[in-house]
């Protein structure tokens, strides 16, 4: 990693971990959501279609317990199960209606969509990608070609799970009591889908985003739909999959409008990272487009940016943006320490060049292997990475369903020997 000079070192906060952080607001997470920022920022984001609202019934499938796919989502869209499991299901109680769930119109939209794309897509909600379950995936990537793909990888990530429940929990101005009194107040409040709009109402209790405007390359397919108590829309987000080298990917933490960090994405090492004058390029790189295309245009004073620079280093990409919040990784740095820094604009008559943003990189093939696993936190048993390895989704489904099953009867034959033994010991 490269490590900052003297003059550049950071200091540890004997604060709080929540110490330094700028007061959080219901609009700057808003102002994070895909629609909101999407439609000013095409021109340098990947193609993408949002599919928006989502209706009540998918949310509420994305919330159950349990690990099944919707009938019908898979390739060809044929059913997931076979003839054997469909039987059994078939017999077993009516209140046990967890394989029988169908979206009929949502795989439509997503299965045109994916044609449309040449096939493949990433996923991911409002604000997050199911990076964290890119493990069910057969590559462990996120690399959607069915809709089954896209609903195994979204209920089970945690990541997911946050947007759907926990979006605004750290905002100063979020009062979960007051929110099922005026959903149907903001229900018909006008769309907004404009940043400089959103940017005008950080006291607003909502964004009704009306995502991408149709167009050859992106567009935005709406429908009615049931409100839930929620107070802003689900939205499903599906970007055109192109192979995107981890190596490329850059994390910016913006703090009053100032870039002041940047850290590699990724925990590996490269050999072509390490020079000084590829480091300086690379800061110049992001600079000159943060303050020519994001500074001016994004409504938030803080926050964090994801950045793609292409394999020639010639063009970058805005992959997404984040709270400048604990709940957002920090990556190489400490929040501690990027809350303590305090750069002040550059004076002209300075000849002394500014050490911001300061850039941290895997410096060595040791920090590497010291640095704990991307969303090590979400690791799965030994058991499942058996049963997932290079499986499809269907097999994989069929599969686990099939071990939660032996995993019952033995626990039930196991209560039953002991309890025989008791009785026979008495």
């Known amino acids: 990693m490269s490590r900052p000079s003297s003059s550049e070192e950071l200091q540890d906060s004997t604060d709080s971990s929540a110490a330094g952080f700028p007061p959080l607001t219901r609009a700057a997470v808003l102002a994070c959501q895909f629609s909101s920022w999407y439609p ?29 796919l919707p009938e019908g989502s898979g390739p060809m869209g044929v059913s997931e199960l ?100 005026s959903v149907q107040e903001e229900a018909s409040a006008p769309p907004q889908d404009d940043l400089a709009q959103l940017a005008a109402q950080l006291a607003l209790q909502e964004q009704e985003t009306s995502a991408t405007d149709s167009s050859d390359d992106e567009e935005a397919l709406e429908r009615p739909t049931r409100r839930r108590k929620s107070p802003y829309k689900f939205e499903l987000v599906l970007k055109k999959w192109f192979d995107m080298p981890k190596s490329q990917e850059w994390r910016c933490f913006v703090k009053d409008r100032k870039l002041v960090a940047i850290s590699q994405r990724d925990t590996n090492y490269y050999d072509f990272l390490q020079p000084e004058d590829v480091q300086a390029d690379l800061r110049a790189k992001i600079s000159a487009f943060f303050k020519d295309e994001i500074r001016d245009v994004f409504p938030s004073q803080s ?91 269907a097999d994989f489904a069929k599969e686990w369903a099939k071990k939660l099953e032996e995993g019952v009867k033995d626990s039930v034959g196991g209560e039953e020997e002991r309890e025989g033994s008791d009785v026979a010991g008495r």
Request: hydrophobic share 35%.
């Open 40 to 68: 000013t920022f095409r021109k340098h984001s990947p193609k993408a279609t949002v599919i928006k609202p989502l209706e009540d019934r998918f949310i509420d499938y994305l919330e159950s317990d349990g690990l099944f």
């Open 303 to 393: 926050y964090v940016i994801d950045l793609y620079l292409t394999r020639g280093n010639d063009r970058l990409f805005i992959i997404d943006f984040n709270p400048y919040a604990p709940q957002t990784d920090a990556l190489l740095f400490a929040w501690e320490s990027l809350n303590a820094l305090s750069p002040s604009a550059p004076s002209s008559s300075s000849s002394t060049p500014s050490p911001y943003p300061l850039l941290r990189v895997i410096d060595s093939p040791t920090m590497s292997s010291q640095t704990m696993p991307s969303f090590s936190h979400n690791r799965y048993p030994k058991d499942v990475v058996e049963l997932s390895d290079g499986t499809s989704i």
């Open 82 to 181: 076979s003839d054997d499991e469909d039987s059994r299901n078939g017999s077993e109680s009516e209140d046990d209606q967890s394989w029988q769930v169908t979206f009929p119109e949502l795989d439509a939209d997503i299965r045109r969509i994916l044609t449309k794309y040449d096939g493949a897509v990433f996923p991911k909600l409002n604000w997050s990608s199911p990076q964290d379950a890119a493990w069910m995936i057969p590559g462990q990537a996120l690399k959607c070609q069915c809709p089954a793909d896209v609903y195994l990888l979204l209920k089970s990530s945690d990541f997911i799970s946050h947007d759907l429940d926990h979006a605004f929990d750290e905002c100063v101005d979020y009062e979960p009591e007051k929110e099922e009194e």
